[in-house]
């Protein structure tokens, strides 16, 4: 039977923050302005990691520069991304982490609050398929037209992941009543709603509200980055 290996991405297989460094590369090239970009980009990030981020707040703020460029531009700047900034945050333990469960024929997918576009080429250098992540809008909905700057669906956030979780479970035709064993690895005290719908929850290079919470309930804690 299927086991599911469910993966945050930021701060738990990076040793980062793809959401926050996507900004900060943007205000850093001159793509937007830089200083104010760069501030509110900041304090987004302190509101998530304190737990009171108004995620559709940050949204309207992170999907903007999206909507104002064409898609071949955003590919280019992403590209530079990947090469720049990402690429050297690719660990040996995060990748190995994943390719275990790759080896025992686990179903793995990672599961993020942060745009596709910004991650999904960051999840194939993992060599994982399946991605769960905000998803930006487009116009008339059509897949390669520009971005709108709004989302797409439901935000891929605390509640958020257990939903979409579900509507992508029923689209491979599984739920949890057909898996016997679930994991998922995260480092965010966010995740908890999510954590607590698998049987394997692994507080993984967690928060110190997570790591609490671990020690709490004798969960697994895992350092990938020590």
Known sequence: MTQLALFDLDYTLLPCDSDYEWGQFLARTGVVDGEHYAKQNERFYQDYKEGKLDIHEFLRFALKPLSEHSRAQLKDWHDAFMREVIIEQLRPQALDLVKRHQDAGDLCC?????????????????????????????????????????????????????????????????????????????????????????????????????????????????????
Not at 133 to 142: F, K, L
Not at 204 to 221: F, G, M, Q, S, V
């Open 110 to 226: 990672v599961i993020t609050a942060t745009n596709s576009f910004v991650t999904r080429p960051i999840v194939e250098s993992f060599g994982i398929e399946h991605l769960i992540a905000t998803e930006p809008a487009t116009i008339n909905n059509d897949p390669l037209a520009n971005y709108t700057g709004k989302v797409k669906g439901i935000p891929n956030f605390r509640e958020g992941k257990v939903q979409n979780l579900h509507t992508w479970l029923a689209a491979q035709n599984l739920s949890f009543d057909q898996m016997p064993c679930s994991y998922c690895y995260s480092d965010s005290m966010n995740d908890l709603p999510l954590l607590e719908e698998v049987s394997n929850p692994v507080a993984t290079n967690p928060d110190e509200r997570l790591r609490n919470e671990a020690h709490k309930r004798n969960w697994p804690i895992l350092e990938l980055f020590a």
